[in-house]
């Protein structure tokens, strides 16, 4: 927690000693913090001392923000007057609100939202728009007495837009604290002005991964913008695998610019193509699930990076063979009763998890909205027994009875088996049987 001496120090190189400790002390009479952060607010303009409080929570041996929940501790600066210096530098750089923590934004929001709509008719009346030496996150939202009642449900946002033709897309700008429905309700409506102020404003609602219902929501708004300029401003490649949960097509994703990771649930009839501009991809995840399917693979063989793949779920209108140019090691596949005599000829192939298909006797474990199951291929138990001869580890479905009974029947004696969680392993490298067992165990496989 920041002393008060730390901050007088801040501030009088600024304003000169004597000034700072009487506005401090003018702060800490006030009766409580939002009390503070009205009177701060009716201050006059001065840039020197704006500049001087920014400071203050900028300085990282001050630690003034983590002072902004605390009450009153010997040698400590007193919450109250925090706040009231926080609505004086928001003055100078309204971003700095952006860079609260989480928590002290989450339990100061209406504090936040008054500091907000302070800064924004601070900066009306001087005739001057709100400092942002560093770009917010979204543009400011007009001052409250200008924002009408927003919907609080999805349900209500087709309506209430209906009744507010032209609606200002800043009035569902992203803010500290705000609850997940209000997130939702603020994607509907921006994804239905789907103007270029919207996306804008939309941008400041980007992070790392989304849950399930925001990317509904992303999803029911990609189209009604461009898609790549929507991609490149809503999607973050990070370090892991961006989830793009359900979707029916990934065209513009190829605007996120270093993405090495991407996984995805395709419902519908999907073309693969827009992943050959991901030349960065090094881990694919695809769920085909029902319909008639993906169209092609062949995309992934532009991609030079690429070693983890798993496509799983309804391949069959696909020609997997193009997978044969790709650089894969590791693979997850659905061959869904094609010939899987391409796997043989993948050059750097080092572990498989395989479907082979489903035989009528083994459809109940099957998807029961999805297509009819397909029989395994009759060459596929001489395809898995060359592969595990080169040296490639394979695991396959125990359910699937009709093939993987006459697989664990022909393994030849050098061959090590390892059966668990529903799962049949197979490799020459006995060192590896332990290491084997425990990823099917845990379900970690290929």
């Known amino acids: ?106 339990r100061g929001a209406p504090k936040v939202a008054t500091i907000r709509r302070a800064v924004a008719k601070h900066a009306a009346a001087s005739g001057s728009a709100p400092s942002s030496p560093a770009a917010p996150s979204s543009p400011p939202a007009p001052a409250g007495d200008d924002v009408p009642v927003l919907p609080e449900k999805l349900a209500q946002v087709g309506r209430w837009l209906a009744g507010h033709p032209g609606a200002d897309a800043r009035w569902f700008a992203a803010r500290p604290g705000q609850r997940a429905a209000e997130r939702r309700v603020a994607l509907r409506a921006l994804g239905s002005i789907a103007t270029p102020a919207a996306l804008e404003v939309l941008a400041g609602y980007a992070r790392d991964g989304y849950p399930d219902v925001e990317l509904a929501e992303l999803h029911r708004a990609w189209g009604r913008f461009d898609r790549r300029e929507f991609a490149a401003a809503m999607f973050r490649p990070g370090d892991a695998i961006l989830q793009l949960g359900a979707c029916s097509t990934v065209e513009g994703i190829g605007a996120v610019q270093g993405l090495t990771g991407l996984g995805m649930v395709l419902v519908e009839r999907a073309d693969l193509a827009p992943l050959a501009e991901c030349i960065e991809l090094r881990r694919l995840h695809v769920n085909v699930t029902g319909g008639p399917g993906i169209t092609g693979v062949e995309a992934l063989a532009q991609l030079p990076a690429l070693t983890e793949l798993r496509l799983v779920g309804t391949t069959r209108g696909a020609d997997l063979t193009a997978l044969r140019d790709t650089a894969v090691e590791r693979l997850s596949l659905s061959l869904d009763g094609a010939d899987g005599a391409f796997l043989t000829g993948l050059p750097r192939l080092r572990s498989l998890k395989l479907s082979g298909g489903s035989a009528p006797e083994d459809a109940r474990y099957g998807d029961e909205d999805g297509p009819a199951p397909l029989p395994a291929h009759p060459g596929l138990v001489d395809v898995v027994l060359r592969l595990v001869a080169d040296g490639v580890q394979v695991v396959a479905h125990s359910h699937e009875r009709s093939w993987v009974s006459r697989l664990t029947a022909a393994v030849p004696s050098d061959v090590f088996v390892v059966e668990r969680s529903g799962y049949v392993g197979l490799t020459r490298d006995g060192s590896d049987v332990d290491a084997l067992g425990r990823r099917l165990f845990s379900n970690v496989v290929p």
């Open 1 to 106: 927690m920041p002393g008060s001496t730390d901050v007088l120090a801040a501030l009088s190189d600024a304003v000169g000693a004597e000034r700072a400790e009487q506005l401090l002390a003018r702060f800490e009479r006030n009766s409580n913090q939002p009390n503070a952060v009205k009177g701060a607010s009716r201050l006059p303009s001065d840039p020197a001392l704006e500049r001087a409080a920014l400071r203050v929570f900028e300085d990282p041996d001050v630690g003034a923000a983590a002072g902004l929940d605390a009450s009153s501790l010997a040698g400590a600066l007193d919450a109250r007057a925090l706040w009231a210096l926080l609505a004086l530098a928001a003055r100078a750089d309204v971003t700095v609100l952006d860079r609260l923590p989480a928590e002290t934004a989450e």
